[in-house]
């Protein structure tokens, strides 16, 4: 017999602590983490500016899942709630999760007050607290961008079960067949996603251990193979967001 509770704590330790372990109280930690050197080293000094930055990113998931105002939507990775609240003024209710309890008490600051958002603490990799077939949309703002392959496949099989037929699920991700062609060695934003990667390479070498804080390059046809084999069926592409619906 399975040791269950075991099996438990093992799946459990096998969590990207990098973003669970963040501290509430380290607001220049949490916005590093989530924006990177973008916005400079003090990033807590320029909130409003993140903030203006990541709804206008958010935007462009919203009009590829063509969120209306009659669908529930489960958002995978609130982060700090700045993308939250857009969805939140889309959607006729948002159920916002994440993995780190940080993230969490920060998004709800940022949304406090607003009546059809409500927040909840997931494990990696499961969608465990939400029922079958209860959202009309997925979506899932820079996350799938620090997925690999396997992370990716159980996402998939979570979302194809708490999706409602026909359902849409639209998320980003970074792709591998493009990291080095000429158009992407192009800076953007300050630095071309071929120098982004040769940073990371670095950061990697020295700690292995922050493999879940840096970017997990994927084929776009190995993402939509996945999916198919979950029951998710490729819509269309807008850069690099994915749009998918529930094939049953």
């Known amino acids: 017999m399975v040791d269950q509770t075991n099996t438990a704590t093992k799946r459990q330790s096998s969590q990207p602590s990098a973003w669970i372990d963040l501290s509430p109280d380290d607001e220049r930690e949490l916005l590093i983490a989530l924006v990177g050197n973008t916005f400079g080293d003090q990033p807590q000094q320029r909130i409003d500016a993140i903030r ?79 029922d079958d077939s209860s959202v009309n949309v997925v979506v899932s703002i820079s996350v799938f961008i620090h997925l690999n392959l396997y992370d990716i496949y159980w996402y998939f099989r ?43 390479a670095e950061h990697y070498l020295d700690d292995p251990h922050r493999l879940f804080q840096l ?16 029951g998710l069926q490729f819509v269309r592409r807008r850069s690099d967001r994915l749009l998918f619906s529930k094939t049953t």
């Open 52 to 130: 203006a930055s990541r709804i206008r990113f958010a935007r462009r998931f919203i009009r590829l899942a063509r969120i209306k105002k009659q669908d529930r939507v489960l958002e995978i990775g609130s982060g700090c709630g700045f993308g939250t609240r857009l969805l939140a003024e889309k959607a006729d209710r948002v159920s916002a999760c994440d993995i780190s309890p940080a993230y969490l008490a920060f998004a709800q600051k940022e949304c406090a007050g607003i009546q059809n958002i409500e927040f909840a603490q997931i494990r990696s990799r499961s969608l465990a607290g939400f």
């Open 158 to 200: 979570e979302i194809v079960r708490v999706l409602k037929p026909g359902g849409r699920v639209c998320f980003d991700f970074a792709d591998e067949d493009k990291l080095f062609r000429r158009d992407w060695l192009q800076p953007k934003n300050g630095k071309s996603r071929a120098a982004y990667f040769l940073e990371q």
């Open 215 to 230: 970017m997990q390059w994927n084929s776009m046809y190995g993402v939509i193979n996945v999916a198919q084999q979950c």
